[in-house]
């Protein structure tokens, strides 16, 4: 998984006064837990472009003050109106030690039963997933390609890693149903079959010419 750097600063004043004049200056307050106890920090908003707005999942090296801490997204805060960030919450991650962590799925693949109308139906867009912090992927893949109308996609079916799915395995990430648009589903193999038939009885009828 990749790393986003976000440089800091250590922070004292935590009050709402110290925090709002953060906000004003463009700076996030932010918290970090899971060490031996929290360390309160800010940072530049913008600094959280890369981590925040982004499809795939990843990791944070935060660089406080000469220390550097390895760090999953927890929690963030955005303004009712503005979308602002105003705060986020980090868990520290180490090397040995296993984290649960909250990874998008990858819709991959041209299905078959959507290609004859029907709709796919995404039950999950992220999974839970348990791993070492160097074993976690950006993202999982869920292949749809073989799904007809009515299939289903379990999520024994998704892309396996060095990593626990934290879901049963009845867990159901999509399905293909059916809808007003939908047509005769017809195997590749019997499309071609049906032409060759085609293209062979038109050269019967053309040889009794």
Known sequence: MKSITITGSKRESVGKKATQALRNAGQVPCV??????????????????????????????????????????????????????????FYQIFEGKEVTMTIPVHFEGNSRGVRNGGVLRKTYRTLRVKALPKNLPDYVVADITKLKIGDKLYITDVEQGEWKFLHPDNTVVCQVRTSRNVVEDIDDEDEEGETEGT??????????E
Do not use: S
């Open 32 to 89: 970090l837990y899971g060490g031996d106890e929290p360390v309160h920090f800010n940072a530049p908003e913008i600094a959280f472009k890369d981590l925040v707005y982004t499809p795939d999942a990843h990791t944070a090296t935060l660089e406080l003050d000469g220390n550097t801490y390895m760090a999953i997204l927890q929690d963030i805060q955005f303004h009712p109106v503005t979308d602002r960030i105003l705060h986020v919450d």
């Open 199 to 208: 293209e062979a009885t038109e050269q019967a009828a053309d040889a009794a």
